[in-house]
């Protein structure tokens, strides 16, 4: 009996290693895994699953990369203190994928309400009347969009091999292949569950809401349907900046996130979220030029003409505001829920964004101008994808 339900556990083990390898397709991004036992042992009993430990983990793994099911990249750990210590990332192959071109993605059993301290460690959540509403609304929430069958797809893409070996997930038409595996088409159907993460021991820092969904690819979102049914998504346009400016009695008109001179808007918005999560200037020109891969000299300048733009608000930069910020989303992503939850229509949040069916986009929007403006007292800018 305790043989079968160790090799239970390598079966749960294995299935978990497979998933999330599956799901970077979607989601085309690293696999992270631990190869230090002691991070096993760290992460809170109450939150470990059983077959989540380090001989089942690495042992499965070190299965998939023999039989070339994966392959890896090792990370690396600083004895110096060094922050830049890094896990291993792992990926798939075509031998893998060439298995599963339709895949069901469950939800990880885990508690609806989690709670992290100052150092992102899970304590244990306070137990209030108005925890208890959450866990409430979460869970039933929870049960009424699991009824829906939510699908994406990956219209013909491609699997190719690299000079390393590793496999690259490219669309055909966006890049010449360099060795073409195979072409088909791949979907995927996703247990649509939430969980919230507050920080900071704080039920006013974070909160947002957690789903196995709202990783995928941004260009892949169109591709959402429920019980067969398309969906669009209206998103709040450069929600956290033009909040800010808000909260401080002013109205920003435009786009904060605008080309300054030598970066492109993707890597103005990645310094403007850098400034606002930042806990200082010093953290903030490390992250970027660590995060933007650029020189020291030019990430400085680039975030001195941020602070310069942006006068009205720049006494909020580098100062961990963010996370604050990041409550705020939460508490409007809720109004928004239960307002389609008691309607009865389904939705997919992706903190600032939010998927309804085709035939609700209209009234998507109205919800999403009338809770901000009841809430921050302006008009938010909204776009439709």
Known sequence: ??????????????????????????????VSVSRDWSH???????HRPDYYSYTKTVGCLDYLLEEGYCTQKLGYFDSA???????????????????????NFFQQQRELLIMKD?????????????????????SEFNSFLSSFNTTVSIPSISYVSSATGSIQQVYTSSIPLLKEIENTEHKGT??????????????????RFYTIIQNIRKELRKEIYMNGEETREADFKALHPKLLYNLE????????????EGFERKEVKELFQILLNSKNKTAAHKAGVYN?????????????????EHSAINKYFCTSVGITLQNYDALLAEDIFRYFYDREIPIIGIHDSFAVPSNCLQELIEVMQSNYKYRFKYEPEITTQ
């Not at 096993?40 to 109450?46: C, K, L, T």
């Not at 650029?294 to 001195?304: F, N, P, Q, T």
């Open 81 to 103: 203190g060094s922050t830049l210590n890094r896990r291993s990332r792992i990926y798939p192959t075509a031998k893998l994928l060439e298995l599963y071109p339709a895949v």
């Open 1 to 30: 009996m305790q043989g079968t339900q160790i090799e239970f556990k390598y079966q749960l083990a294995m299935n978990n290693i497979i998933a999330n390898l599956l799901l970077s397709v979607w989601k085309d991004n690293e």
């Open 249 to 260: 009695g002013l109205n920003y008109e435009g786009d904060p996130y605008i080309s300054i």
């Open 190 to 207: 996703f247990e649509v569950k939430y969980y919230r993460v507050f920080s900071n021991s704080s039920l006013e820092q974070n909160g």
């Open 40 to 46: 096993y042992s760290r992460v809170p009993r109450i």
């Open 118 to 138: 100052s150092k992102k460690n899970i304590i244990q959540f306070p137990q209030t009347v108005e925890s208890k509403k959450m866990g409430t609304f979460l």
């Open 292 to 308: 933007l891969k650029r020189k020291g000299e030019e990430i400085r300048k680039a975030l001195a003409r941020l602070e310069q």
